[in-house]
C-alpha cells in the first residue's frame, strides 16, 4: 500500500517541476498540454455516444480512443471546482500509467480504501491541486483558505487540511529532494501572496 501512496504523491512533485507550474490554482490544462492528453466534454462530444449509460453519469473517465488518451469531463457536474478535481483525477490515471483498458468513472472525491488506480489517482489530484509545500509555506490550515486558494471543492479542501494538520503535527515537509524544488520553484508566489 505505501508503495502505491509513494509513487503517486512523488509524480505531482515532478509533473509540477517538470511543466513550470509556479502558481495557484494549478493549470491544469498546461499539464494535459504538455503529457498530449486531450480533453472534452461530455455535451461537446460526439463520442460519448459510443460509451454505457452508467459511464456518463459518473464525473468522468480516461479511455484510449485509437493510440490516444483522451479524458472525458461531465460538463453536467455543477460544480467547477468539483470539475476541476475530476479533470486532475483523471489526469492522473494518465500521466501514471494506468489501466485503461477498461473504464473506471470518476463519481466520488473521497479515497478508495480497495482500487489502488482509484486510491493513486485521488492522491495524485490532490497532491497536483494542492501541493503541500506550498500550503505549508504560506501557512494555510482551514478548508476555506485551501478552497479559495486552489480552486477546489469544500470536500476536496476539507480532505486536504485533515491530511496538512498531520502533516504539520510531524513537520513532515521538503524531506524529498523534488519536493523541495517545487517549494523553490514557487517562492515568487508565496513572497507575494503573503505581501
Not at 53 to 61: A, I, P, R, S, T
Not at 91 to 107: A, E, K, Q, S
Request: proline share 3%; charged share 30%.
Amino acid at each position: 500500500m505505501y508503495e502505491h501512496y509513494k509513487k503517486a504523491r512523488d509524480v505531482p512533485w515532478k509533473v509540477l517541476l517538470e511543466c513550470g507550474i509556479n502558481s495557484l490554482p494549478v493549470d491544469l490544462w498546461k499539464i494535459a498540454e504538455h503529457f498530449d492528453l486531450r480533453m472534452h466534454t461530455y455535451s461537446k462530444s460526439s463520442v460519448t455516444q459510443l460509451f454505457r449509460e452508467d459511464v456518463l453519469h459518473g464525473d468522468g473517465f480516461i479511455v484510449y480512443l485509437g493510440d490516444r488518451k483522451e479524458i472525458f469531463i461531465n460538463d453536467k457536474i455543477k460544480s467547477k471546482r468539483r470539475r476541476r478535481f475530476t479533470v486532475a483525477h483523471e489526469l492522473g490515471h494518465g500521466i501514471l500509467d494506468h489501466d485503461i483498458g477498461t473504464i473506471h468513472y470518476r463519481n466520488s472525491e473521497n479515497d478508495s480504501q480497495t482500487d489502488m488506480q482509484e486510491l493513486e489517482a485521488n492522491i495524485f489530484a490532490r497532491d497536483i491541486l494542492m501541493p503541500a509545500t506550498v500550503l505549508a509555506a504560506l501557512d494555510i490550515h482551514t478548508p476555506e483558505e485551501i478552497m479559495n486558494l486552489c480552486d477546489v471543492s469544500r470536500r476536496s479542501a476539507e480532505i486536504r487540511a485533515e491530511r496538512m494538520e498531520e502533516l504539520y503535527q510531524r513537520n513532515m515537509f521538503n524531506h524529498h529532494p523534488a519536493e523541495r524544488k517545487v517549494r523553490e520553484l514557487f517562492d515568487d508566489f508565496i513572497q507575494n501572496y503573503k505581501k
